[in-house]
């Protein structure tokens, strides 16, 4: 069935970049997005990239998809303490109405 | 704040117990679509609402489990006879077309 997969912790030091991966298997997604979630909220649409795009930048974040692969990326320049959370790859699975299917997230810890 | 919202935000019950969970989306979005997360796992989605019609149900919805969105506005999800494996967080997300925005959940804790 339908997977989407993430290395489950992560951790760099304040200004590093950090990169967080993820794989998928779905080769109809449409979508793929970036969430983030703190402890105790809810989910935070961080960004998304349309599947015919290979690199989306948005400020500090930078998406890379690899069609083919079926490998996804986030980057984080400049990785700020606030940006300790988790972070999930959702791919839009392409055949249904829209549902996300999410990877189980990765933990990204920031050290002073 | 016009972001989606869930009340409650946390639910203890005892098993055997039903409970019912309410979710307002963002005004205008007549998409609806409920997620359950459980502890160390990303996000299950369980059913989908366009307006007032329910369009998909995961095989994760189980006979004990229904959701309503009468007006095509809020949407209610009812749990019966609670068991202990139901113990989550319930997420509500709306889109209008595109992306989907998540409200807060609700906690729910079945001892």
């Known amino acids: 069935g339908e997977d989407v997969e993430q290395s489950l912790f992560l951790s760099v030091r304040e200004g590093d970049s950090s990169v967080i991966n993820c794989t998928y298997t779905d080769s109809s997604s449409t979508y793929l997005y970036w969430y983030k979630q703190e402890p105790g909220a809810g989910l935070q649409l961080l960004t998304y990239i349309f599947s015919n795009m290979d690199m989306k930048q948005d400020q500090r974040l930078t998406v890379l998809l690899n069609k083919k692969d079926k490998h996804l990326s986030l980057r984080i320049a400049d990785t700020q303490t606030g940006d300790s959370a988790i972070y999930f790859c959702a791919e839009k699975y392409g055949g249904s109405q829209g549902n996300l299917i999410f990877g189980k997230g990765t933990k990204l810890s920031v050290k002073p | 704040d016009t972001g989606v919202s869930q009340d409650p935000r946390h639910k203890i019950t005892k098993r055997g117990q039903n409970v019912t969970f309410r979710c307002d989306p963002i005004?205008?979005?007549?998409?609806l679509y409920w997620y359950r997360q459980t502890l160390g796992q990303g996000p299950e989605f369980l059913t989908y609402f366009q307006n007032e019609a329910q369009l998909e149900k995961s095989r994760l919805l189980s006979d004990r489990f229904s959701a309503e969105r009468p007006k095509g506005s809020f949407s209610t999800l009812e749990i019966q006879r609670t068991e202990q494996g139901d113990s989550a967080m319930y997420l509500c997300?709306?889109?209008?077309?595109?992306?989907?925005?998540f409200g807060p959940g609700t906690r729910l804790t079945v001892l």
């Open positions: 997300a709306s889109s209008a077309d595109g992306e989907q925005f």
């Open positions: 005004s205008e979005h007549n998409r």
